[in-house]
């Protein structure tokens, strides 16, 4: 599977947006790129996944490069309840499951 | 019904008991799939059944023996566990690569003694 990138940790202030980046300069052209958080003590949730295009739903948005080898998950106004550790994964093809990397840690400050 | 049902939501099992976790869907996902969580890390891929059938076995051991009885359930059965075995077991559904994201369930807290 190809790999993803993500920073450790960030920082953010409630009610301001959050742009969370993950490279993937390694991902292949059938490629999904999906994003999933996890609040401690819970299963991943899915929030939004995307191919070419740019992708919003109610959570969040997804801002693909043109290129392909970075997106970055955009939440437009950040609660508290928006803690937790954010999932970049790409999904290659056939039923394969995700492979989870480290992922982010979004710190939410009141 | 789009959840993923796990139970129970927490075990202990001694190092010689057989227990099962029990996993159910009813969204009509096609492949569904077994992970385990250590503390602070992230989910491990074990297992993947598409459809009904088992795919993927991640060189798991054989103390974990996964079963799909149906389209629905997915049952993971448990046997001479040890200690380093306790972590979060969690399931996961799809319907399709690309067509939705994954459902997870909330996870079986296990802890072995």
């Known amino acids: 599977d190809a790999k993803t990138t993500q920073p450790n940790s960030m920082e953010s202030n409630e009610e301001e947006p959050v742009h969370l980046p993950c490279n993937h300069s390694?991902?292949?052209?059938?490629?999904?790129i999906h994003w999933y958080r996890q609040l401690p003590s819970q299963g991943p949730e899915y929030v939004i996944h995307?191919?070419?295009s740019n992708v919003n739903n109610r959570m969040a948005s997804l801002a693909i490069a043109e290129d392909r080898k970075s997106s970055t998950l955009i939440l437009h106004r950040a609660t508290l309840r928006d803690a937790a550790v954010y999932y970049c994964?790409?999904?290659?093809?056939?039923?394969?499951?995700?492979?989870f990397g480290k992922g982010t840690h979004l710190i939410i400050q009141p | 019904d789009t959840e993923v049902t796990q139970t129970p939501k927490h075990l202990v099992m001694g190092m010689t008991n057989k227990k099962s976790l029990k996993c159910e869907q009813h969204m009509g996902h096609r492949a569904m799939y077994w992970y385990k969580q250590k503390a602070k890390k992230p989910p491990e891929l074990m297992f993947v059944y598409s459809y009904e059938k088992l795919s993927i076995n991640e060189s798991v051991p054989s103390r974990f023996s996964p079963e799909c009885p149906n389209s629905s359930l997915l049952n993971l059965h448990l046997h001479a566990l040890q200690p380093e075995d306790s972590a979060l077991y969690l399931c996961a559904s799809s319907q399709g690569r690309g067509r939705h994201g994954y459902t997870f369930g909330s996870g079986t807290r296990l802890t072995v003694v």
């Open positions: 995307g191919l070419t």
């Open positions: 390694t991902i292949s052209g059938t490629d999904y």
């Open positions: 994964i790409l999904e290659g093809g056939g039923a394969d499951g995700l492979t």
